[in-house]
């Protein structure tokens, strides 16, 4: 965990997914910033509420609220701004970062595992960016605040770029992430919101778990990894607490691998 900062003070953020994982991680270090923070579950309630009495604990100015919501669902999402908004003033930043996985070879996977998965791992973060943006432009500049209207963050993947064979669902979500974050730095850019994505590779949560709590899964995990190290939650939260602040401004419309390389394509090392 990152020391304490307060690169986000005054600001709130709404991350998705964040009673466990990746989500978890970044809800902590922007409250480590200074950020007051929105913890969104879709069914672990209790998690989520220990999250943020981790948070209400530990940050010195932010506080945590938890809300219950599907981001798939359009009504789910305007009332967890809604509620936000109510809380907090405003909405500052959206990290998108709820996701899953259905995993089938493609000729066995029922349409609906296909549905879900798009519809959580793309339509969700189409939703969640449009009603940030919608309160982005309300609330207007607060240059006290930030340089920025507001800033988006998309959590995707390797696999907006790698194939997966046995996961089409999932990589043609993530690759869809690409142009919908890349349309939206195009569109909305000209009024100062700041939209990009950051990339994981292999992070230990409950997503993967099923490789790497055996010793054979974990080996062929860093037989992809050029780093040679499994990545943790707190990876992604320390990038994502920087790329919503100030400090990155300039960066927008681009995708920020965390992945120890995994986008080197190790696979080529001995093989050229
Ligand atoms: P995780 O399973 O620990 O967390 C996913 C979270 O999303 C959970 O809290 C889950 O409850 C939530 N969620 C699922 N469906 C939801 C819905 N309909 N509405 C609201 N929340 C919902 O896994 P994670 O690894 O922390 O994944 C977080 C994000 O990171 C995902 O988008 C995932 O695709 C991405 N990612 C993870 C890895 C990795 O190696 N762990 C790699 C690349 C990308």
Redesign the pocket.
């Known amino acids: 965990m990152q020391k304490p900062n307060k690169r986000l003070e005054g600001q709130t953020c709404i991350i ?8 978890e991680a970044v809800a902590k270090a922007m409250a480590m910033e200074g950020a007051n923070i929105v913890v ?5 309630k209790e998690e989520a509420e220990e999250v943020a009495h981790w948070i209400n604990k530990n940050s010195s100015c932010g506080d945590a609220i938890v809300i219950k ?4 669902k359009e009504n789910d999402v305007k009332d967890m701004f809604k509620k936000t908004v109510s809380e907090f003033g405003t909405v500052d930043v959206c990290v998108a ?4 996985q259905l995993d089938h070879s493609l000729h066995e996977m029922p349409l609906s595992d296909w549905q879900r998965v798009i519809d ?2 793309l339509t ?1 973060q189409f939703l969640c960016a449009k009603e940030a943006i919608i309160e982005f432009k309300r609330r207007g500049m607060r240059p006290e605040i930030s340089k920025s209207l507001g800033k988006l963050i998309h ?4 696999h907006e770029v790698i194939p997966w064979a046995g996961h089409a669902n999932y990589a043609a979500s ?1 690759g869809g992430l690409v142009m919908l974050m890349q349309t939206i730095c195009q569109e909305y850019g000209p009024d100062k919101v700041r939209c990009n994505s950051i ?5 230990k ?4 778990k099923d490789v790497w709590s055996t010793q054979e899964g974990r080996d062929g995990m860093l037989k992809l990894i050029p780093y040679n190290q499994i990545g943790v ?1 707190d990876d992604i939260g320390s990038v994502a607490s920087w790329l919503a602040s100030d400090e990155s401004e300039y960066i927008n419309g681009t995708t920020i691998f965390v992945d120890g390389g995994m986008t080197c394509y190790p696979g080529f090392t001995a093989n050229g």
Do not use: E, R
């Not at 970062?97 to 899953?100: H, K, T």
């Not at 990339?199 to 992070?203: D, M, T």
């Not at 949560?205 to 993967?208: G, R, V």
């Open positions: 998705t997914g964040s009673s466990d994982g990746i989500g969104n579950y879709h069914s672990s919501c599907d981001v798939s970062n709820a996701g899953l959580v791992n969700g959590m995707s993947s390797v993530k990339a994981p590779g292999a992070i949560t409950d997503i993967n939650p």
